[in-house]
């Protein structure tokens, strides 16, 4: 049914459950593989790798005429989304740390700050704030927000910058008063 690469990826990217399968079970081993060696990390988080790296891929595969040029994409796909996971903990893991340095210590300026922001977010456009949120309260990354919105990296880094810019001149404003 499948005997050539270019049959398999191609009825993987038109989304016929059967190649998805079959692709699965053919290639976890090598993405498995890969994702240890990327990560130096445990298994459970190597299967959470490769969980995203086959939604990744089933999203995004095309026709590939053979097998080095897929597996060599392959391994791209679990490389990007291995780093994307291990930036993602790290920036938790900073949280936390801050968080934990803070302690629950009562500052009263953080609480004004926290509520001029939070006024600030209210007159933005609702758009911009999902992206800010996304970015900064979930940890996506540009490519992940880009890819579920349907807009290009570009544009979703501009509008982040933007808003952001405005959100600082709002401060620095504040602050010169």
Known sequence: MY??????????????????????????????????????????????????????????????????????WLKLVVQSVTYDALRRERRRRQREAARSTNGDRHMPEQDER???????????????????????????TLARMAQTLGLSIGTIDGRLRRALDHIRRQAQEVRDD
């Open 3 to 72: 005997d050539t690469v270019a049959k398999l990826t191609s009825a993987v990217a038109r989304g016929e459950e059967p190649a998805v399968e079959v692709f699965y079970r053919r290639f976890f081993d090598l993405l498995y593989a890969h994702a240890r060696h990327v990560s130096r990390r445990d298994e459970s988080f190597c299967l959470d790798v490769v969980q995203d790296a086959m939604l990744r891929i089933v999203r995004s595969i095309r026709s590939v005429p053979t097998e080095p040029q897929l597996v060599a």
């Open 114 to 140: 926290l509520a001029w922001l939070r006024r600030e977010l209210l007159v933005l456009d609702p758009a911009l704030v999902r992206l800010i949120e996304l970015r900064y309260l979930h940890g996506w």
